[in-house]
């Protein structure tokens, strides 16, 4: 009888999983990313059923639930993907129809790489000529505040750059673990790595009625409260933001860095949207350039990391994965750690790194692609500055529905009034209120858009995320079926 059951013993632990639900790293678990949550899974699988003959309200899934904009239309740059041809097949070198300017990028870039490949590895913190391009970029921008390429590393994404920011600031335990301050409404990549890491997210609320403008008063707030139970490092900063839109005044950015540096707060600036400014008035200012113009209390003192990327602005080449951060007044034996730290997985891509080149450094005046290269790219901001002014009139003719201007990036971020009665439903369903309406809007219409409790919001207030990017007439179509969804749903529930 004994073998027999040792036997059983010995099948059912071999039956068991070592990798299970219950043994997985608990901080993994905690992770969410609305962007690509359940409400997307469903959006897949509706248009599976399409293909496969399932009769539905509509005949395609409209995704304006992320800033992909290739995928949604937008036609990549000529000269980016000419350059980035001829460093993948350089036989096309010899080809007529490239123009000289294209030839002369390449070169350069092969000849930066391992073997003239771009299949080769590169240095792990970047290819130098390419952080020499980024350099000189950040100087022509910021009007001539020297940036140095060894602060430079090129990355995955901007994405990539911030979790490893964050991996370097995230320490201590119980009351000494550190805090990092996030804006509410936020994009979920900062609540997911900070979750992911066992670090204490610190939320600040922008002031949607001050088109989610930030005060420094509601930072001393979150950061008094957060001081009771952590130990606050870390400041993030999202301009223009994402998902709200909100381009922050040269003012604002100086009031933060003042605060940063009163409060000793190591201070991130995702900086990604920073071509995509649309509204009057309204204009880019680095935190590195003010920073530098606010005098050497400041510019030799505040901890700064800034973060751009290849897949926003006129780019839109989310695929390739390219990026860059730029660290400031960061303490050598640190830096030495986050060039180790970032060794460990080798080398970004190097075609997005050879992307981000030309970002940086595009065609000149007196080029040969130049004329063509400043036609595409003031189309495609023009364009996403007339949907974001659509986008922003269509909603507020809605009742129930208040759209902020949308002042820069790639989103609008409405407030959405819902019925009691919906609420209560949502609730029933473990739902929350939102996510059943848009759940619901993509079952009745096939648009997907992600709730605004995904990115973070007051209690009792509703939103949505909805990209600007699809073209002007699929967005008017868009905005429409929102409007007839949005009327239904208030009739049903009323």
């Not at 921008?141 to 140095?148: F, I, K």
């Not at 673990?177 to 600040?204: C, D, F, H, K, W």
Request: hydrophobic share 35%; charged share 25%.
């Amino acid at each position: 009888v004994d073998s027999v059951t040792g036997e059983e013993s010995v099948q059912r632990m071999m039956a068991e999983k070592v990798l299970t639900v219950d043994t997985m790293n608990s901080c993994v678990k905690k992770v969410e990313y609305a962007v690509r949550g359940p409400i997307v899974l469903r959006a897949v699988q509706i248009e599976k059923e399409l293909k496969e003959g399932v009769q539905k309200p509509f005949s395609e899934v409209i995704k304006a639930n992320i800033g992909d904009a290739h995928a949604m239309g937008q036609q990549p740059i000529t000269f980016f993907r000419q350059v980035l041809a001829m460093c993948s097949y350089p036989e096309l070198l010899d080809d007529d129809r490239f123009p000289e300017d294209a030839k002369g990028r390449a070169r350069r870039i092969l000849q930066g790489c391992g073997g003239q490949s771009i299949g080769a590895y590169s240095a792990s913190q970047g290819i130098e000529c390419v952080r020499q391009d980024v350099a000189r970029y950040v100087e022509r921008r910021d009007g001539g505040v020297p940036s140095d390429p060894d602060n430079i590393y090129l990355t995955t994404g901007a994405s990539d750059g911030i979790v490893t920011m964050l991996k370097l600031l995230v320490a201590g335990e119980g009351r000494s673990r550190t805090g990092v301050m996030i804006s509410i409404p936020q994009y979920p990549l900062y609540s997911a790595a900070l979750a992911e890491l066992g670090a204490v997210q610190v939320n600040y609320f922008l002031n949607e009625e001050r088109c989610w403008s930030l005060d420094v008063s509601e930072l001393r707030r979150a950061l008094a409260d957060a001081r009771r139970h952590c130990n606050p490092r870390a400041l993030c900063i999202i301009n223009p933001g994402n998902p709200t839109g909100q381009v922050q005044s040269r003012q604002c950015i100086e009031d933060v860095i003042r605060f940063a540096a009163k409060e000793r707060l190591f201070l991130m600036a995702d900086e990604v949207y920073q071509d995509n400014v649309y509204a009057e008035g309204c204009e880019f200012h680095s935190f590195k350039k003010v920073l530098f113009e606010m005098g050497p209390e400041f510019s030799s003192t505040v901890e700064l990391a800034s973060f751009h990327s290849t897949s926003k602005c006129y780019m839109g080449e989310c695929g390739f994965r390219g990026g860059y951060m730029e660290v400031v007044n960061m303490d050598p034996e640190v830096k030495a750690q986050l060039t180790k730290l970032v060794s460990v997985r080798l080398c970004p891509p190097v075609p997005g790194q050879a992307l981000m080149d030309l970002v940086v450094n595009p065609p000149q005046p007196g080029e040969p692609s130049y004329s063509t290269f400043i036609r595409e790219r003031k189309a495609t901001l023009s364009s996403l500055a007339e949907r974001a002014r659509l986008t922003e009139q269509i909603l507020n003719t809605v009742p129930g529905i208040a759209c902020n201007p949308v002042q820069g990036a790639m989103y609008s971020f409405p407030r959405v009034t819902l019925p009691a009665r919906a609420i209560r439903e949502a609730e029933e369903r473990g739902q929350a209120p939102d996510m059943f309406y848009c759940m619901k809007l993509l079952e009745e219409t096939g648009i997907c858009l992600v709730p605004g409790s995904g990115f973070g919001q007051r209690d009792g207030t509703f939103h949505f995320r909805m990209t600007i990017l699809p073209p002007t007439d699929k967005l008017k179509i868009l905005l429409s079926k929102v409007k007839d969804f949005h009327q239904r749903f208030i009739q049903q529930y009323s």
